[in-house]
């Protein structure tokens, strides 16, 4: 893998970027305190002082920098005391433009709130030594399977299309419970918006912007197992379409309704099963599938 980047590291934690927005700020320091008001000041000054605050250049800033409109900053975020996942992610695939991981169930893919380094971006820029390393889609913290990331900055775009062209069939497998009158297989086309909390999607009226197809794998009496394969990609699409069918996905946190699991020892039985396409660079037909396992109690 290659080990050049034009966005600096540490500790296998890419930089985050900031374009300086207008404001009456004379220094740097005084910019980002008001633009992020959740990180002291003094948190500030220490990643300041440790060299963790950087121009677009790549050189690590003086707290007293002065604040210039439009100047892109770089910084280091940090969560104190953050919690180590106890699940290992493994690699499925490597090559110089792709890379294919099989992400276990708690692990985020990028960073977001408490974690940081806990996350598989983060354990698989310092397991391969690649910064350049992005997520070409993402799937729920909740859930665990495949996931794609582009290797190389210069033929990002290439698989990039594939999603946006839907060039890439997508296969979940889940555990939820059964559905006797319905005739399978069946497609969920409907709107979902974003609810309350904020974190939580919703169905409204109007036209479908989502749409999954749905068949069954197996019937064991209460619990089923399903197939899901979403023609869309919308947030949480696949949980939402079937809470919304009456079959909520076994030990679903937030759908239908929130019901806080403490600790790991119940996964949600949502599974990104397999990933198929066509290479746009080699026209070598690609099939990648999770070696993980969905078991319900």
Request: a neutral charge; proline letters at 9%.
């Amino acid at each position: 893998m290659r080990t050049t980047s034009s966005n600096p590291t540490t500790d296998g934690l890419a930089a985050s970027r900031l374009q300086l927005p207008p404001g009456s700020w004379t220094t740097v320091l005084d910019c980002l305190c008001e633009r992020f008001p959740a990180i002291p000041r003094d948190t500030w000054i220490d990643r300041f002082a440790r060299g963790r605050v950087l121009d677009a250049t790549g050189t690590a800033l003086h707290v007293d920098a002065a604040y210039r409109l439009g100047a892109e900053i770089r910084y280091f975020r940090e969560v104190v005391d953050e919690p180590r996942i106890p699940f290992e992610e493994s690699v499925l695939h490597v090559d110089a433009d792709l890379v294919v991981a099989d992400k276990p169930h708690f692990l985020p893919v990028t960073p977001a709130g408490r974690h940081v380094r806990e996350t598989l971006l983060s354990r698989l820029v310092r397991r391969l030594g690649n910064p350049d390393l992005v997520p070409l889609h993402r799937i729920d913290r909740d859930t665990a399977g495949v996931v794609l990331f582009s290797a190389n900055p210069a033929t990002r775009d290439a698989y990039q299309s594939l999603f946006r062209a839907h060039r890439i069939r997508k296969r979940y497998e889940a555990i939820a419970p059964a559905l006797p009158a319905l005739a399978f297989p069946i497609t969920r086309a409907s709107r979902i918006v974003p609810g309350e909390p904020f974190f939580r999607m919703q169905e409204v009226e109007g036209a479908p912007n989502s749409e999954t197809r749905i068949d069954v794998i197996s019937r064991d009496d209460a619990l089923w197992r399903y197939a899901l394969e979403p023609v869309t990609g919308r947030k949480h699409q696949l949980r939402v379409h079937m809470a919304a069918l009456g079959a909520p996905i076994h030990d679903d946190p937030s759908y239908p309704h929130l019901t806080p699991i403490e600790g790991h020892a119940r996964p949600l039985q949502l599974l990104a099963r397999s990933l198929d396409f066509i290479d746009p660079l080699t026209g070598s037909q690609r099939h990648f599938e999770t070696r993980f396992t969905l078991q319900a109690d």
